[in-house]
């Protein structure tokens, strides 16, 4: 029996006033048990709010869990675009700006479905957002 896996890759690029990259990662991250659950409600064609539609950065340190439901104190942007590197992976683009999430210390970031379910979470190291830079992103959903 071949057993199918999703992988997520996590990307971030924090880009200063004058449009230079002074920090950048690669990760990857976790998708989580609702993340599998819905992704079987859409090939059984309950397709109703399951597409990802936001990123979502929030204050948690906590490690990643399987049983992760939210993204805590989060602030929440429209993905910018969605794009299909292969033939096996998916991969949401997304832009926080200049004047958002500012003075929040962001620890972790979501990829959050339209009906407001967490697919995937990662934590990163203590990033405190102000308005000398905006974070530009990749996140990647591989099937393997």
């Known amino acids: 029996m071949e057993n199918i896996k999703a992988l997520?890759?996590?990307e971030m690029?924090?880009?200063?006033?004058?449009?230079?990259v002074v920090e950048s990662f690669i990760e990857q991250n976790?998708?989580?048990l609702i993340g599998k659950t819905n992704l079987a409600k859409l090939i059984g064609g309950d397709v109703a709010g399951k597409a990802v539609t936001q990123i979502a950065v929030g204050t948690n340190g906590t490690a990643p869990s399987l049983s992760d439901t939210n993204i805590t104190s989060a602030f929440l942007k429209a993905i910018d675009s969605v794009s299909y590197p292969d033939s096996?992976?998916?991969?949401?683009?997304?832009?926080?700006g200049n004047s958002e999430a500012n003075g929040m210390t962001i620890r972790e970031a979501g990829l959050i479905l339209a009906d407001n379910t967490?697919?995937?979470?990662?934590?990163?190291?203590?990033?405190?957002?102000?308005?000398a830079n905006q974070l530009q992103g990749l996140w990647t959903i591989k099937f393997i």
């Open 8 to 10: 997520g890759t996590f």
């Open 13 to 20: 690029f924090v880009i200063d006033l004058d449009g230079n």
């Open 118 to 131: 967490l697919f995937a979470r990662k934590v990163r190291a203590d990033f405190a957002k102000t308005s």
């Open 88 to 96: 096996t992976s998916v991969q949401f683009h997304f832009t926080i």
């Open 30 to 32: 976790m998708v989580v």
